[in-house]
T-cell receptor, first 113, second 109 residues
């Protein structure tokens, strides 16, 4: 079956702009979570959605938001981009809680200039 | 908040040598998962350990969960160049993973 698909793969944005990233989970998976990966901070949890409801949110400013649609596809949005938002954004899907195995997408590499 | 400490941060070995990475927590872990991320790639699930003292093997990889469920290790026997990448441990909750910082393994052929 198809894996987790993230689009776009690469993005270059200017400070102050906003960006929307998309994630299509594995078919049948209802849980989608987002992580930010940077060399300094490693992999950090952003938020998790299950059946269109945000169940958990990491320690990120309100500029980071997300949503999940009825088909389980998810988007995350970052507004008023800062240089420090440059990172690899990874989406992971799983079938159901508890989290026994997460399947990650290839990620979106965001560069803010 | 939850923290999972992972050491070492980097490890360089000669092909054929063994490699071990360790994860530690000050609190009891509900479970521990291990992921591998190849250079330029994304994390790929390797295994999950749940029980105290659990040991699991996958070919040359041996995973252990401590008796107190506060530490875990991944040991690779006779490394190969295909083992290069960053190995992460993570505590899996019902909604999120809390990752260690990872151990980056390089293998000299």
């Amino acid at each position: 079956k198809a894996g987790v698909t993230q689009t776009p793969r690469y993005l270059i944005k200017t400070r102050g702009q906003q960006v929307t990233l998309s994630c299509s989970p594995i078919s049948g998976h209802r849980s989608v979570s987002w992580y930010q990966q940077t060399p300094g901070q490693g992999l950090q949890f952003l938020f998790e959605y299950f059946s269109e409801t945000q169940r958990n949110k990491g320690n990120f400013p309100g500029r980071f938001s997300g949503r999940q649609f009825s088909n389980s596809r998810s988007e995350m949005n970052v507004s008023t981009l800062e240089l420090g938002d440059s990172a690899l954004y990874l989406c992971a899907s799983s079938s159901a809680p508890p989290l026994t195995e997460a399947f990650f997408g290839q990620g979106t590499r965001l560069t803010v200039v | 908040g939850q923290q999972v400490m992972q050491i070492p941060q980097y490890q360089h070995v000669q092909e054929g040598e063994d490699f071990t990475t360790y994860c530690n927590s000050s609190t009891t872990l509900s479970n521990i998962q291990w992921y591998k991320q190849r250079p330029g790639g994304h994390p790929v699930f390797l295994i999950q350990l749940v029980k105290s003292g659990e040991v699991k093997k996958q070919k040359r990889l041996t995973f252990q969960f401590g008796e107190a469920k506060k530490n875990s290790s991944l040991h690779i026997t006779a490394t190969q160049t295909t083992d290069v990448g960053t190995y992460f441990c993570a505590e899996g909750g019902s909604e999120k993973l809390v990752f260690g910082k990872g151990t980056k393994l390089t293998v000299n052929p």
